[in-house]
């Protein structure tokens, strides 16, 4: 048979030139198959023999070593039960598909190969090979409901590897964490990470996610013998309801049954998704967990507008040179919608505050929000009101029904802290009631992106990453860090990360690396301010996010005094799109810079931004149209390392023949607006 190999041969590069190959037309014995890419340089080789595993090879070499999967059901067989093999089918695919919300792209090449291998057990295993990475998952044909104990999913991976580890210290958490480099050996199996995850081999990087999580418990990792093994929250079955501070949104779990879910037997479940990149800027475009979602259930979406938003509690209301005194009234936020309205934002939200703490249907005095709701239509501003995912819950038909009466565009349901089934289908819940009212939904305080937003595309943006308003009380948000996200958690969705503050210093860890003379190494100038919050990097590394960071619903973090004062950044800002056409990365290396272009109808922008050490990079302008383009720039101004507010505009005539190399300051950045001349 062409293309046979045998079970203990690696997968060599060139070998694969069909779908699917099979070992031995046996289903009563061992059998190995293997699954290439469309392009043949991704190859998945799949080991059925008293269970299923499964090995990847990127061009030929390791890049997954054998790992193990499957799904334990309470008094039923799994696979590694004695169960036989019974039927295989391939497939190929090559469409494509058109987001209702454009994150990346207009359009998306949705190419792959796939593999599903049914069981005795009336489980199905399918496995998709794409040009950018592998995914699998269980389905099961089962006349009765199940209840899920475990699932395995071992990530065995070759030495030496490294990780980007976002450590956690429990199942309960916003998953908003830093990435810490370790060997992948040195993660122990009481070392609990969320997802997603990138893994970095000599092979190339890998990325562990999951997505079409419904009905189920999120994907989380520890440490295992040989790499990494998944793991999930089980069910809860016990909360310290009324037992702890901040009752209107805390309900810690104090005990968990010993499953992970009950559902229908005849189900799909979560894909498990490993996106695989050569270089650390492909995974700048990787759009797996969209592919791979459960398509969208709304017959029409013309009524979801992505769109900036003018934010009140990062800047906790520090308006200045107003007539009123600022705070949670009806003065502040008129003021809010007013300067949206004259930057062109889309949506004001009115976050915590304009309603009682634990009763969604109270009022707050001097806070009319019927009044600002009628104020934001007769200016083109929508507004999007916050809650408490607690208050939401024990109110809900009620408090929706009065969103909707009242006119609010959106909600921002927020503190969620968890993923384990009963939450999941929580999130489901809000977003098809939201949509059924044409409320978009920003989730906060949540997990991260695992495919909701395709199937409710009004789930326009979500949280679930250490952003901005870390600020406030850390000095986490480094320029690292921030070099470091569109590169692993960027990859699984959206992340509302909050960008865009005025108030700029250098952080402690960029300061390290200027040299002049009379230096202080403990002078720093980034102080924690919880009430009049700063950012670690330079002004224009805050404008940069504009470009460089995904969210169909973009914040601008600031005060409108702030704006007004700082009037050009933030009229530039202001006129950076929501979301894409066409994005093409330009440069990247994981937490210490990234370089994208990117298109929106007939404009292009580029974003740069770098890590606490100052560079220059190539910006090659090939990407363009024929013709002349005027080239609008923002970049660190001379000073920016010691002045980190200092910028300088200037505006270029270039073509796509233009070449230019761009510096940036520690913890800099760059940014440009292209228009057709």
């Given at each position: 048979m062409e293309g046979y190999f045998d079970a203990n041969k690696r997968i060599r590069t060139g070998l694969v030139t069909l779908a699917l190959f099979i070992a031995s037309p046996c289903f009563g014995e061992e059998h190995t198959f293997t699954l290439a890419s469309p392009d043949k340089n991704i190859a998945v080789e799949i080991e059925v023999n008293q269970g299923v595993s499964y090995q990847i090879e990127l061009d030929g070499k390791s890049i997954l070593l054998p790992s193990n999967i499957d799904l334990q059901l309470e008094s039923l067989p799994s696979l590694s039960d004695g169960i036989r093999l019974t039927d295989k089918k391939s497939h190929q695919v090559n469409k494509v598909l058109e987001p209702e919300v454009r994150v990346k792209s207009q359009k998306i090449l949705d190419s792959y190969n796939q593999l599903s291998l049914s069981f005795s057990n009336n489980y199905t295993v399918t496995f998709r090979a794409f040009n950018n990475g592998i995914a699998y998952r269980f389905e099961t044909d089962i006349n009765q409901d199940i209840v899920v104990i475990d699932e395995l999913a071992e990530f065995n991976f070759p030495a030496p590897s490294t990780t980007y580890f976002p450590k956690e210290e429990g199942f309960y958490s916003h998953?908003?964490?830093?990435y810490l480099k370790e060997k992948v050996s040195d993660i122990k199996a009481t070392d609990l990470a969320s997802t997603p995850t990138l893994i970095d081999t000599e092979a190339g990087k890998l990325l562990i996610t999951e997505t079409a999580l419904e009905n189920y418990a999120g994907l989380w990792l520890i440490g295992s013998e040989k790499g990494l093994k998944g793991t999930f929250a089980h069910y809860p079955t016990q909360k310290a309801v009324g037992e702890t501070p901040w009752q209107d949104r805390n309900e810690p779990i104090?005990?968990?049954?010993?499953?992970?879910?009950?559902?229908?037997?005849?189900?799909?479940?979560?894909?498990?998704?490993?996106?695989?990149a050569k270089q650390d800027k492909d995974l700048l475009t990787n759009q797996l967990t969209y592919q791979l979602a459960i398509p969208s259930k709304l017959a029409d979406t013309s009524w979801i507008k992505p769109g900036k938003v003018a934010w009140d509690w990062f800047n906790a209301n520090n308006l200045h040179g107003v007539d009123f005194e600022a705070g949670l009234n009806t003065a502040t936020y008129k003021h809010y919608i007013d300067f949206a309205a004259e930057y062109g934002l889309e949506y004001v939200i009115l976050d915590e505050g304009w309603y009682p703490l634990g009763d969604l249907m109270g009022t707050v005095a001097d806070f009319d929000v019927p009044e600002l709701i009628r104020y934001g239509k007769e200016k083109g501003v929508g507004i999007i009101l916050w809650?408490?995912?607690?208050?939401?819950?024990?109110?809900?038909d009620e408090a929706m029904d009065r969103f909707q009466q009242l006119g609010a565009v959106g909600i921002k349901p927020d503190f969620f802290q968890r993923d384990d089934q009963e939450m999941v289908q929580f999130y489901w819940k809000i977003a098809k009631e939201a949509a059924e009212?044409?409320?978009?939904?920003?989730?906060?305080?949540?997990?991260?992106?695992?495919?909701?937003?395709?199937?409710?595309?009004?789930?326009?943006?979500?949280?679930?990453?250490?952003?901005?308003e870390?600020?406030?009380?850390?000095?986490?948000?480094?320029?690292?860090?921030?070099?470091?996200?569109?590169?692993?958690r960027q990859v699984a969705g959206p992340m509302d990360y909050t960008p865009g503050v005025m108030s700029n210093a250098i952080g402690p860890a960029a300061f390290e690396n200027i040299n002049y003379s009379g230096k202080d190494s403990n002078h720093q100038d980034f102080t924690i301010r919880f009430m009049r919050p700063m950012s670690q990097t330079t002004r224009v590394h805050q404008m940069a996010m504009f470009t460089v960071f995904e969210s169909p619903l973009q914040m601008m973090a600031d005060t409108p005094s702030q704006y007004r004062k700082n009037s050009e950044c933030a009229a530039f800002i202001a006129k950076v799109p929501t979301v894409w056409d066409e994005t093409i990365p330009l440069e990247g290396s994981i937490g210490d810079f990234v370089m994208?272009?990117?298109?929106?109808?007939?404009?292009w922008h580029v974003g740069a931004m770098t890590d606490e050490n100052a560079r220059t990079l190539p910006l090659d302008l090939s990407f363009l149209e024929e013709g002349k383009w005027k080239m609008d720039i923002f970049e660190d101004g001379p000073n920016a390392k010691r002045w980190?507010?200092?910028?300088?505009?200037?505006?270029?005539?270039?073509?796509?023949?233009?070449?230019?190399?761009?510096s940036l300051a520690p913890g800099g950045g760059y940014t440009a607006r292209l228009s057709k001349m």
């Amino acid at each position: 048979m062409e293309g046979y190999f045998d079970a203990n041969k690696r997968i060599r590069t060139g070998l694969v030139t069909l779908a699917l190959f099979i070992a031995s037309p046996c289903f009563g014995e061992e059998h190995t198959f293997t699954l290439a890419s469309p392009d043949k340089n991704i190859a998945v080789e799949i080991e059925v023999n008293q269970g299923v595993s499964y090995q990847i090879e990127l061009d030929g070499k390791s890049i997954l070593l054998p790992s193990n999967i499957d799904l334990q059901l309470e008094s039923l067989p799994s696979l590694s039960d004695g169960i036989r093999l019974t039927d295989k089918k391939s497939h190929q695919v090559n469409k494509v598909l058109e987001p209702e919300v454009r994150v990346k792209s207009q359009k998306i090449l949705d190419s792959y190969n796939q593999l599903s291998l049914s069981f005795s057990n009336n489980y199905t295993v399918t496995f998709r090979a794409f040009n950018n990475g592998i995914a699998y998952r269980f389905e099961t044909d089962i006349n009765q409901d199940i209840v899920v104990i475990d699932e395995l999913a071992e990530f065995n991976f070759p030495a030496p590897s490294t990780t980007y580890f976002p450590k956690e210290e429990g199942f309960y958490s916003h998953n908003e964490r830093s990435y810490l480099k370790e060997k992948v050996s040195d993660i122990k199996a009481t070392d609990l990470a969320s997802t997603p995850t990138l893994i970095d081999t000599e092979a190339g990087k890998l990325l562990i996610t999951e997505t079409a999580l419904e009905n189920y418990a999120g994907l989380w990792l520890i440490g295992s013998e040989k790499g990494l093994k998944g793991t999930f929250a089980h069910y809860p079955t016990q909360k310290a309801v009324g037992e702890t501070p901040w009752q209107d949104r805390n309900e810690p779990i104090t005990h968990r049954a010993k499953y992970i879910a009950k559902s229908s037997g005849k189900r799909t479940y979560p894909w498990r998704v490993l996106a695989i990149a050569k270089q650390d800027k492909d995974l700048l475009t990787n759009q797996l967990t969209y592919q791979l979602a459960i398509p969208s259930k709304l017959a029409d979406t013309s009524w979801i507008k992505p769109g900036k938003v003018a934010w009140d509690w990062f800047n906790a209301n520090n308006l200045h040179g107003v007539d009123f005194e600022a705070g949670l009234n009806t003065a502040t936020y008129k003021h809010y919608i007013d300067f949206a309205a004259e930057y062109g934002l889309e949506y004001v939200i009115l976050d915590e505050g304009w309603y009682p703490l634990g009763d969604l249907m109270g009022t707050v005095a001097d806070f009319d929000v019927p009044e600002l709701i009628r104020y934001g239509k007769e200016k083109g501003v929508g507004i999007i009101l916050w809650a408490s995912w607690l208050t939401l819950r024990d109110q809900f038909d009620e408090a929706m029904d009065r969103f909707q009466q009242l006119g609010a565009v959106g909600i921002k349901p927020d503190f969620f802290q968890r993923d384990d089934q009963e939450m999941v289908q929580f999130y489901w819940k809000i977003a098809k009631e939201a949509a059924e009212r044409e409320l978009l939904v920003d989730f906060h305080g949540s997990y991260k992106p695992a495919g909701l937003r395709r199937t409710y595309p009004n789930v326009i943006s979500r949280e679930g990453v250490k952003g901005l308003e870390w600020n406030k009380w850390s000095y986490d948000s480094t320029p690292e860090h921030n070099t470091t996200l569109p590169f692993i958690r960027q990859v699984a969705g959206p992340m509302d990360y909050t960008p865009g503050v005025m108030s700029n210093a250098i952080g402690p860890a960029a300061f390290e690396n200027i040299n002049y003379s009379g230096k202080d190494s403990n002078h720093q100038d980034f102080t924690i301010r919880f009430m009049r919050p700063m950012s670690q990097t330079t002004r224009v590394h805050q404008m940069a996010m504009f470009t460089v960071f995904e969210s169909p619903l973009q914040m601008m973090a600031d005060t409108p005094s702030q704006y007004r004062k700082n009037s050009e950044c933030a009229a530039f800002i202001a006129k950076v799109p929501t979301v894409w056409d066409e994005t093409i990365p330009l440069e990247g290396s994981i937490g210490d810079f990234v370089m994208v272009a990117r298109k929106h109808q007939s404009t292009w922008h580029v974003g740069a931004m770098t890590d606490e050490n100052a560079r220059t990079l190539p910006l090659d302008l090939s990407f363009l149209e024929e013709g002349k383009w005027k080239m609008d720039i923002f970049e660190d101004g001379p000073n920016a390392k010691r002045w980190a507010e200092d910028y300088r505009s200037k505006t270029l005539e270039v073509t796509n023949e233009t070449k230019l190399n761009i510096s940036l300051a520690p913890g800099g950045g760059y940014t440009a607006r292209l228009s057709k001349m």
